[in-house]
């Protein structure tokens, strides 16, 4: 596992901008009123260290494999019907309440993973293998983008929805990934006194863009496909297009928030994605 890339200077510069705001005691715009109807509002500013682990079947509509004499094009073929892919993304978020009900933020994080494919190689339409072979594409890279969260509560009742717009900048691709990724929940709180419990559930959303190209040499791949592919064509090339069986999932989670600054959130989603997400929070 490569390291979080350089979170204790982005973190301190952040920590740095976002007290100086709190000082200044400008947002949230309208909290004053919230607070005067009995509204309970959190600090307006938080940093947020997560970790998600997503494991999802995808189905593989296409593998195309060229190279700039066109040698792959006409000789090889590839078929595939499904993919397993698993991910991990760590994430650092700043994040500040505009308003009572709208929070936005903004995060920089780090992406690594794998998705491989049991696949059958044809060479002039004969079949190299007897059997599947393993067609791996391992990746990692960069993740950034920004979001926002709608919330409203009655009592102890509360709801939110959250939208993020992200982009992955692979090792092993041309291009980014985007990910577009919205998750509704309904939940109630246990206030007790500065502490306070939460549980919810909710869904989540995504919408990743799953084409993949790049070139054959970055994927490492080994045994007789890699070298076969490399006798034919050294700078060969390959596109992978597919798509998620189910953009769905189902999510059930617990917060725990500590003297109203430290807040910890464990969540598990199940269906067709299986997911884990872990964060602990800090709020001024």
Known sequence: MRPFPAVTPVCAALLSVFSAAAQAGTFPIWGEEAQARGYELPRTYGLTLSAMDIDQPLVIDEIRLTDPNMILDQLVAVEADKADQESQTYTLRADMW?????????????TEGTSEAMVVPFVAGN?????????????????YGGGLTLAYGIGNWWAAIDINYTFTDLNIID????????????GYRWPMGVHEYRLWAGA????????????????????????????IA??????????????????????????RRWEFILEG???????????TGYRF
């Open 234 to 259: 050294p700078d060969g090339r390959f596109e992978v297009r597919q798509h998620l069986v189910s953009p769905w999932n189902t999510l059930v989670g617990a917060m725990y928030v500590y003297d």
């Open 269 to 279: 989603g199940f269906g067709d994605r299986d997911s884990i997400f872990f964060s």
């Open 98 to 110: 505009v308003f009572p009900f709208l929070n936005l933020y903004g995060l920089v994080g780090y």
């Open 127 to 143: 079949p190299v293998t007897a059997e599947p072979v393993l067609f791996p594409l391992d990746f990692n890279g960069t993740t």
């Open 175 to 186: 291009g980014e990934i985007e990910a577009f990724t919205s998750s509704p929940r309904l």
């Open 204 to 231: 989540m959303y995504q919408d990743v863009d799953q084409v993949f190209r790049g070139q054959l040499a970055s994927l490492g791949l080994g045994g007789g496909l890699g070298e076969l592919l490399q006798g």
